[in-house]
């Protein structure tokens, strides 16, 4: 599966940037899967009391007219998920 995205904007004051997947493959392994309008951003925040630094990931996509039900979606991921989660 490929998807080709576009750089929506660029904000280097608040660390973020958000993007489009303007085209995409044919999923072969979920073939019922397919994200239209969709739209992510990333935002880095950093702590001034500690050293560290979060990445937060939101997006946007309109539902799937064939996807019925969370369980309609997640079920063809259930497999691989657990065999991750054993391994």
Do not use: C, G
């Not at 999923?27 to 950093?46: C, G, I, K, Q």
Request: no cysteine; aromatic share 14%; hydrophobic share 40%.
């Amino acid at each position: 599966f490929w998807a080709k995205e576009k750089l929506i904007s660029i904000d280097p004051q608040n660390h973020s940037y958000s993007y489009s997947i303007i085209e995409q493959s044919a999923n072969t392994r979920f073939p019922h899967l397919h994200l239209y309008n969709y739209l992510a951003t990333f935002h880095v925040t950093s702590s001034s009391s500690s050293n560290a630094s979060w990445i937060h990931w939101s997006f946007e996509v309109d539902p799937m007219p064939h996807i019925l039900s969370q369980h309609d979606f997640i079920s063809p991921f259930l497999p691989s998920l657990l065999l991750t989660s054993i391994a």
